[in-house]
């Protein structure tokens, strides 16, 4: 059975950082991509950033390309996103998944690409 597991969320200033994980286990991690998505009050999920099998391509969204980056430790089966000049529109649950291979093709952005999900990790940022 699959498991994710993020961790590393909390609440922070305006203009501060926050590294997320997720721990993956139940098959092996490094034949997938991955991905991270969020969640914010009374909005859809959207998609953050995606990475593929081997961490050589990774993909974002434009609201936070170049403040955020997505990285993977095959070895230690763990995804990471750290999150830098975080904003609060940066606010909300942040869940990582598996991605349906190990290259992650155009449609990264969907939702339905992505097949198991962690429970989540809140991020709250203040202005």
């Known amino acids: 059975q699959v498991q994710l597991v993020e961790s590393g969320g909390g609440l922070v200033q305006a203009g501060g950082s926050l590294r997320l994980s997720c721990a993956a286990s139940?098959?092996?991690?490094?034949?997938?991509?991955m991905g991270w998505f969020r969640q914010a009050p009374g909005k859809e999920r959207e998609f953050v950033a995606a990475?593929?099998?081997?961490?050589?391509?990774?993909y974002y969204a434009d609201s936070v390309r170049g403040r955020f980056t997505i990285s993977r430790d095959n070895a230690k089966n763990t995804v990471y996103l750290q999150m830098n000049s975080l904003k609060p529109e940066d606010t909300a649950i942040y869940y990582c998944?598996?991605?349906?291979?190990?290259?992650?093709?155009?449609?990264?952005?969907?939702?339905?690409?992505?097949?198991?999900w962690g429970q989540g990790t809140q991020v709250t940022v203040s202005s």
């Open positions: 139940g098959r092996t991690f490094s034949n997938y991509g």
């Open positions: 998944a598996t991605y349906l291979g190990a290259y992650v093709s155009s449609l990264y952005r969907r939702s339905s690409k992505y097949d198991y």
């Open positions: 990475i593929n099998w081997s961490g050589s391509s990774t």
